[in-house]
T-cell receptor, first 115, second 116 residues
Framework: SAVISQKPSRDICQRGTSLTIQCQVD?????MFWYRQQPGQSLTLIAT?????????ESGFVIDKFPISRPNLTFSTLTVSNMSPEDSSIYLC????????????FGPGTRLTVL | DQQVKQNSPSLSVQEGRISILNCDYT??????FLWYKKYPAEGPTFLIS?????DKNEDGRFTVFLNKSAKHLSLHIVPSQPGDSAVYFC???????????????FGQGTILTVHP
């Protein structure tokens, strides 16, 4: 498995502001993913981020609210824009390290609280 | 529509005994299944997976069983240890790798508590 890190680990933000979360993988990967885990809920996929192409968003998530960058094979960012208290969640990035399986490995998560 | 379901929110087991976590799915296109363990304030940790061409996969204390006709999988932990106390998520995908999309659909999770 690879080491996947996220920054920041947690943040408290004011309503209406934006936060950019960084995800770094210590090896080159084609597919990276961003998930949200709302309090007491399961993990919900926000989008898939492949290097060299636009992110693919799941139903209910839009690029204006969650813009994603994937500038190279080891790094991705997720921005949570114009935040409201409903955006308070844990945001997780993951990477698919082996193209022979769909196994994903996760970063430690970013705990976001919006006041 | 919850395509992957874990109907038991919690499970309590005595140390040394077997823990059995269950998961049901509805999408017959799923052909790769995974179990993750999650501690508070950490990301999910991959435990074990199984392809639909198998009905059992074993890794140390962890065994996953797949019953395709029933669309059911289970994770057995033997023997259970207090350090196994965590939230366990099952997940499923529609392809077993290659150039597939690779999207995972997660269940709601089961909180496992192993008592000393």
């Amino acid at each position: 498995s690879a080491v996947i890190s996220q920054k920041p680990s947690r943040d408290i933000c004011q309503r209406g502001t934006s936060l950019t979360i960084q995800c770094q993988v210590d090896s080159q990967v084609t597919m990276m993913f961003w998930y949200r885990q709302q309090p007491g809920q399961s993990l919900t996929l926000i989008a898939t981020a492949n290097q060299g192409s636009e992110a693919t968003y799941e139903s209910g998530f839009v690029i204006d609210k969650f813009p994603i960058s994937r500038p190279n094979l080891t790094f991705s960012t997720l921005t949570v824009s114009n935040m409201s208290p409903e955006d308070s969640s844990i945001y997780l990035c993951s990477a698919r390290l082996d193209t022979a399986t769909d196994t994903q490995y996760f970063g430690p998560g970013t705990r976001l609280t919006v006041l | 529509d919850q395509q992957v379901k874990q109907n038991s929110p919690s499970l309590s087991v005595q140390e040394g005994r077997i823990s059995i976590l269950n998961c049901d799915y509805t999408n017959s296109m799923f052909d790769y299944f995974l179990w993750y363990k999650k501690y508070p304030a950490e990301g999910p940790t991959f435990l074990i997976s199984i392809s639909s061409i198998k009905d059992k996969n074993e890794d140390g204390r962890f065994t996953v069983f797949l019953n395709k006709s029933a669309k059911h999988l289970s994770l057995h932990i033997v023997p259970s240890q207090p350090g196994d106390s965590a939230v366990y998520f099952c997940a499923a995908s529609g392809n077993a790798g290659g150039t597939s999309y690779g999207k995972l659909t997660f269940g709601q999770g089961t909180i496992l508590t192993v008592h000393p």
